[in-house]
């Protein structure tokens, strides 16, 4: 019977359990009879064959000596050798050449009709057969031998075939019936697993999408951070542009005209006086402050930056420091038109204090400055030939700390590779796309020479 969760384990089992078991029953069965057969089979033939010849031997020496007269003793030999020999023979018959029979009696009286065994032997006068003794040997009890073998093998082969075909059936039963059980808890089981599943994934999905909405939220702050980030290092250059314009035009000019009132107050008191020569050292001094003033001012925020952009502002740079100095300086540029601000001016201060660095300590021969764009990212590269050092040692530098808080403030990295003696490369990548929807800051004219 299938049960609930289609196990059936039971029928295909029982049938070819009943195939085995009844073949070995019927091998039983028949086996033993069989084999107990044979040898009374063999014996009783062999038995009934010895008393034929034995008859027909003292019948042909009758026949011998009384050839007319043979016939009448033969029934004397005959119950002569049943006497002799024992009760084994049956029945004893004579059947001459011309097909008389003469029955030989049986000395005891035998009850109900037996089984009988027969074998013949020819009796010869000379070459000529004259008669035939048929013998029959009593194979009852054989029989009833091989008929208790068969009797006995039969239980023996039915207990045997019940037992083979009840013991794996029981076993095989029991075992359907847990396995069913056990069906029936895997599929509670899953059921709860199901359900486990199901609020799993629910849960699962809400906190997919409460981090959606929290990576999405930090998105936009990232990118309102990056705003701010580029407003403010705008409105810092602005204001390094309004603090040099204001001591160009300002300082610059009143030191200009204070210069001038000098050179006229020189001129009308002399050279030789001691005022004369006064005045020639404050006009120094005021020629040495003006040109303070114009560095600082520059140094605040480049005039070419504004006229020319980054481009050409960084080329003004690497010549200015190529021509103070002894150092050789590469600059190499592929960028067409503006780019925001913020990032022209961090571009800036960044290979400006690199080059302040590499002229201050790298004791470098040569230098080069690459800026590229790639897509929507600006790369500044600057390698010296230096001396180089280890950046995995304690470094206190405010112009690398500086480099790297100009960069992660717009959202970009600063990278720097160096080994003792084989010099030193700074890499800053900033985003350009994400600070370009910013829109560029009104650029304004810095102040002249």
Request: contains cysteine.
């Amino acid at each position: 019977m299938t049960g609930p969760h289609g196990v059936d384990l039971v029928r295909p089992l029982a049938r070819r359990t009943a195939v085995v078991a009844t073949t070995a029953a019927v091998i039983l069965t028949l086996g033993t009879p069989l084999a107990r057969y044979g040898p009374i089979r063999r014996s009783l033939r062999a038995q009934a064959a010895s008393y034929a010849s034995r008859m027909a031997a003292m019948v042909r020496d009758v026949v011998a000596t009384q050839p007319e007269l043979w016939a009448y003793d033969t029934p004397k030999l005959a119950g002569h050798l049943q006497l002799i020999e024992g009760p084994e023979v049956a029945q004893i018959v004579v059947i001459d050449a011309a097909g008389r029979r003469v029955d030989v009696p049986r000395p005891r009286a035998r009850g109900g009709p037996s089984l009988l065994w027969w074998a013949a032997a020819p009796v010869y006068r000379g070459d000529q057969e004259v008669a035939r003794v048929w013998v029959a040997i009593d194979a009852g009890p054989g029989m009833a031998r091989v008929a208790l073998a068969l009797v006995l093998s039969y239980v023996l082969g039915a207990a045997l075939s019940t037992l083979l075909f009840i013991v794996p059936v029981v076993v095989v039963s029991r075992a359907e019936r847990r396995i069913a059980e056990l069906l029936v808890t895997l599929d509670g089981a899953q059921r709860e697993l199901a359900d486990l599943n199901a609020e799993l994934e629910a849960r699962v999905d809400k906190r997919s999408r409460q981090l959606a909405d929290t990576a999405e939220a930090l998105r936009r702050s990232e990118a309102r951070l990056r705003e701010v980030a580029g407003r403010a290092v705008e409105a810092t250059e602005l204001e390094r542009q309004r603090v040099a314009r204001e001591l160009h035009d300002g300082a610059g000019q009143t030191l200009t005209a204070i210069r001038l009132s000098l050179q006229v107050l020189a001129a009308t008191v002399g050279s030789q006086d001691q005022a004369g020569a006064r005045l020639s050292d404050a006009e120094r001094l005021v020629d040495e402050l003006i040109d303070e003033i114009r560095r600082i001012a520059m140094d605040l925020h480049p005039a070419a930056l504004d006229r020319l952009g980054l481009s050409q502002g960084l080329a003004e740079l690497c010549s200015g420091v190529a021509a103070r100095t002894k150092l050789a300086v590469r600059f190499q540029c592929d960028l067409a038109g503006r780019l925001p601000a913020a990032v022209e001016s961090s571009c800036y201060r960044v290979v400006q204090e690199c080059l302040t660095n590499v002229v201050r300590s790298a004791e470098a021969r040569s230098v080069a400055v690459v800026l590229e764009r790639v897509g929507a990212e600006l790369t500044v590269r600057v390698t010296d030939d230096g001396r180089g050092f280890d950046p995995s040692a304690p470094r206190v530098g405010l112009g690398l700390r500086g480099m790297g808080d100009r960069a992660a403030l717009l959202g970009g990295t600063l990278s720097i590779e160096s080994a003792p003696g084989r010099g030193t490369t700074v890499e800053v990548k900033l985003p350009i796309g994400a600070l370009a929807a910013t829109g560029e800051t009104e650029r304004e004219g810095a102040p002249g020479a």
